[in-house]
């Protein structure tokens, strides 16, 4: 336990992750103020009691909308890294246990999609199957694939060599069993690290995306487009900027954190 | 030998590796890990295979349980063809063929508890239900002398030789005939390496099995085996039964390992044979006798023939033209008395 609690990361991390989680289950059941009822007469108010965050541009109490936004982060993000990780490993697992000419190809296709800024390919896949939640976290999917490919092909490669593996083989067991039953969870720690990784790229994206424009559509909020609207005002309302601004980096940042810590504490030259 | 009944006949086996050569595109060389093999393995018996390492004798052990391609060559297991069936047709053979591994750190998988890991081969192989799996389990674990506690841990928490004793329960579990033991007991203690020793030679008297245990350790082949055969550079250079082998080995190979063993009593002279220089690139191996380079009795034939295992005397067969001019020399005294 000594040990864990010496570790700055994971308490930073994760507190920062519970924080931002609880806002959102919050959120489900209450918030301060309506999401989307207009206050035209108090719009662009500093922050006070009554809005401890201020007010929008059509006086939206801005606390609730980055509480209400927390969904929109949470929900792209459990997509994408749901996408790219049930695809990711089917891919990357393949393609490290078969090996041959059908790792070549695998690999060369990740490659390829590696080879686009992620942001473009994101761009030009909503611009191809519109905007909205669920495209957006497709597209992000499809982009967080490679990485996680990479990470569980070199797993696989490295285990598929351990003796429990030629083991398993004599004794007949099936190559899918192999793979997923035996190799997949002595991996598992590296993925969760990649996957952790996807997220908070994924919700930088997300919010990229709808700084755009190409994202989340109003009347739904997003920490990103409130980003982009507060633009607009940054020299009259700064204040406005701070609150998702804020959000994303803090959330970003315990992401990391915690991926980071996680990665150290299943390194097991850290652990014995 | 009790019966001579063969259980597992091998003839002719090579198993070659394509190797790249850098700086020379399209130009493919050969790796002869096992180079022309044949040997009978006889039921009940075990059969010692020693060697230094590069000596091919683990890739034997592999290639007779077909995890790697022999390129050429019989595998007869039980009277049955081996070398050309595949996954299914395969597995029904292999069933009666298992192998207890080197490392007994990597062979059982770290995030599974060892009940599931013996429980995986008679979950695969037979109709049992849970609870007489759970029996025929606990049943294994006690005879490798571990107690039933042992099942619901996992394998870090184990010393090398409990992880071993485990390794031979799952070895055991769907009661295979032949075993192929490749180093089981090189990375253990020496206190530890004779108990498991003694358990793998209690196990074969109660399940009569049959074992092909390969090591580099001449102490502990002379422990298990009945009859040994000695690898040099993916070849058999002598076979005999322990008893002729030890006392009175053959080869020059042979003679200058079994004098390298540390004896304690000094008073006790023994023709110690030198050898020099290193084992060759088994890549490309020299034309003829494969030891001849390092032989201190190689002659201009050994140079360019490569010698055949031929049988000296009903125990001992060996791969070397020094026996072969003797019997030669023999043969030819004998016919001129005829004439």
Not at chain 1, 3 to 9: D, G, L, M, V
Not at chain 1, 231 to 253: E, R
Not at chain 2, 19 to 40: E, Q, T
């Amino acid at each position: 336990m000594r040990k864990y609690a010496k570790n700055i990361n994971l308490i930073l991390g994760s507190l920062i992750l519970f924080v931002f989680l609880g806002m959102m289950v919050v959120s489900f059941f209450y918030t301060p103020y309506d999401v989307n009822s207009m206050d035209i007469p108090n719009k662009l108010q500093e922050p006070s009691s009554k809005h401890i965050f201020g007010t929008d541009e059509f006086g939206r109490d801005i606390f609730s909308r980055i509480l209400k936004g927390s969904q929109t982060a949470f929900i792209v993000g459990a997509l994408t890294v749901t996408i790219g990780v049930f695809f990711g490993v089917l891919i990357g697992g393949i393609a490290g246990y078969v090996g041959g000419w059908i790792d070549e190809i695998f690999m060369r296709f990740m490659d390829a999609l590696m080879a686009f800024p992620g942001i473009i390919l994101a761009l030009m896949l909503v611009a191809v199957f519109g905007p909205g939640i669920i495209n957006t976290s497709i597209a992000l999917g499809i982009i967080a694939i490679p990485s996680i490919a990479r990470v569980t092909r070199s797993g696989f490669v490295q285990q598929k060599e351990a003796e429990y593996v030629t083991a398993s083989k004599l004794i007949g067991v099936q190559s899918y069993k192999i793979m997923f039953k035996h190799i997949l969870p002595n991996i598992s720690s590296q993925i969760i690290v990649a996957a952790s990784i996807a997220f908070a790229i994924a919700m930088l994206a997300e919010a990229a995306l709808s700084y755009l424009g190409l994202g989340v559509q109003p009347p739904d909020p997003s920490w990103g487009r409130m980003l982009k609207d507060a633009q607009a005002y940054l020299i009259a309302s700064p204040w406005y900027t701070y609150a998702p601004g804020g959000a994303i980096t803090l959330l970003v940042l315990g992401l990391y954190l915690l991926s980071n810590a996680i990665r150290d504490m299943m390194d097991p030259r850290s652990n014995s | 030998m009790p019966n001579k009944e063969v259980l597992l006949k091998v003839s002719n086996l090579k198993t070659y590796f394509p190797v790249k050569v850098p700086f020379r595109i399209g130009k493919r060389s050969v790796l002869k890990a096992v180079d022309d093999i044949s040997l009978n393995l006889y039921k009940g018996e075990t059969l010692g295979i020693v060697g230094e390492s590069g000596s091919g004798k683990s890739t034997l052990g592999r290639t007779i349980l077909k995890l790697v391609e022999p390129t050429d060559g019989e595998i007869i297991f039980e009277g049955q063809h081996l070398e050309k069936l595949k996954s299914k047709a395969l597995q029904v053979h292999r069933n009666q063929m298992q192998m207890i591994f080197q490392d007994p750190f990597g062979s059982l998988n770290p995030r599974m508890r060892i009940e599931k890991i013996i429980e995986e081969p008679i979950k695969m192989h037979t109709t049992l239900t849970k609870s007489e799996r759970k029996k025929r389990v606990v049943e294994l674990i006690e005879k490798v002398g571990l107690s039933e506690e042992a099942l619901k841990k996992l394998p870090h928490e184990f010393s090398g030789g409990q992880r071993q004793r485990i390794g031979i329960a799952r070895a055991l579990a769907i009661n295979p005939k032949l075993i192929i033991a490749d180093e089981p007991v090189s990375a253990l203690d020496v206190s530890i390496q004779s108990q498991v020793l003694n358990l793998l030679l209690d196990l074969q008297d109660e399940f009569e099995l049959t074992y092909l245990f390969i090591s580099h350790d001449l102490s502990v082949i002379k422990h298990i085996s009945d009859r040994v055969a000695v690898m040099y550079l993916g070849r058999i250079v002598e076979i005999a039964t322990k008893d002729s082998l030890y006392a009175n080995p053959l080869h020059p190979y042979t003679k200058a390992l079994l004098s390298a063993i540390p004896v304690v009593n000094f008073d006790q002279k023994r023709e110690e044979i030198p050898i020099t220089g290193e084992l060759p690139s088994p890549v490309d191996p020299p034309v003829g006798c494969a030891f001849h380079q390092r032989c201190p009795f190689a002659m201009e034939k050994c140079k360019q023939n490569r010698p055949l295992l031929k049988e000296v005397n009903d125990q001992q067969q060996v791969a070397c033209f020094l026996y072969e001019e003797k019997e030669k020399k023999e043969n030819t005294v004998s016919s001129m008395v005829q004439v």
